[in-house]
């Protein structure tokens, strides 16, 4: 294949990390993400679609900041949320996030605070559809 023909595919997670650490909202949403990158890379792979995946640290201070950057899946760019016709909410998290409440993801009345492979494997195919 042509290498200028090639698509992507870009997911970008952000969390924050305080001390090698994430919270536990993060480390289950990142196992889900890796389940759903895994996948998505060998499907498309044979139709010529690249799968990226970058996963971002956020500081505490860039946490404090905005809040709701943490845990927060962008695909080519767009949030999750935007892709799925979905809000971003907030709910008390664990002692590294500190008082502050933490990203959730809300969609089809179910209120998500780790963001399952399904939910990431949809958003991304709503994203092929804009690039094929």
Not at 28 to 46: C, D, F, N, Q, V
Not at 66 to 87: C, G, T, V, Y
């Amino acid at each position: 294949m042509i290498a200028q023909n090639l698509k992507e595919l870009n997911i970008r997670w952000q969390r924050l990390v305080k001390n090698n650490r994430t919270c536990p909202r993060c480390r289950r949403t990142e196992k889900e993400l890796i389940k759903a990158y895994t996948l998505l890379k060998k499907l498309l792979k044979p139709l010529g679609i690249k799968v990226t995946l970058k996963k971002e640290k956020l500081t505490l201070a860039e946490f404090r900041k905005d809040p709701l950057k943490s845990n927060q899946i962008l695909i080519n760019n767009k949030p999750l949320e935007k892709w799925l016709s979905a809000r971003k909410g907030e709910s008390p998290c664990c002692d590294i996030c500190g008082p502050v409440e933490c990203r959730t993801v809300e969609t089809q009345g179910k209120i998500y605070e780790t963001i399952p492979q399904a939910l990431i494997i949809r958003a991304c195919l709503k994203a092929l559809v804009k690039i094929l």
